[in-house]
């Protein structure tokens, strides 16, 4: 397994080791011991969250605050997304930066995505199934949200603004300028 961190602190790119054969493959897509070293952090996911989604299906950009904060490891087990970083945390150097991630059943790369980052994805191919650790429970009353498509963060999501699938709430939420 490799990590790379993004130009992001924190975030980055998880590469597992995937052994192919007449078979099929193997890979370890998660060990708790080798993740926190290769981060170089001490994360404990609590919770395994799983979406099956559409092309052109758009789900954020989501984040909980405050003693809700999650941290995720994100991966998709059948289709392609790209999925999308924004460094939301207050004083950093890269606030309001983000990372686009292509991960597929393919490349079988995982994203990291700490604290104080929010977080979104757009399905690339006809479906997707997206998986993601989080290091905590999810709160409805801390559960927050930034505008997919607020200027500021200038996000290319691959796609036109005909072919996205959002959610009504999600078409509301506000700038980052605004939260």
Not at 55 to 78: D, W
Request: charged share 30%.
């Amino acid at each position: 397994m490799k990590a790379t961190e993004t130009k992001l602190k924190g975030c980055f790119v998880i590469e597992p080791t995937v052994f192919n054969d007449k078979r099929g493959y193997f890979f370890e897509s998660f060990n708790n011991r080798l993740f926190n070293e290769l981060i170089k952090a001490n994360v404990q996911f609590v919770q395994d969250n799983e979406s099956f989604s559409s092309k052109g299906v758009l789900r954020g950009l989501h984040y909980q605050e405050g003693e809700y904060a999650q941290a995720k490891l994100v991966r998709v087990v059948k289709g392609s997304v790209l999925d999308v970083a924004v460094d939301i945390r207050e004083g950093s150097k890269t606030y309001g930066e983000h990372v686009a991630v292509e991960l597929n059943e393919e490349n079988k790369k995982q994203l990291f995505v700490p604290r104080g980052f929010a977080h979104g994805f757009v399905v690339l191919s006809e479906t997707a199934i997206f998986s993601y650790k989080c290091d905590n429970f999810y709160n409805k009353s801390s559960e927050r949200g930034i505008i997919y498509n607020d200027s500021n963060l200038n996000i290319d999501w691959k796609l036109t603004e005909k072919e996205l699938i959002i959610s009504d709430k999600d078409e509301i939420l506000p700038k980052l300028k605004e939260v």
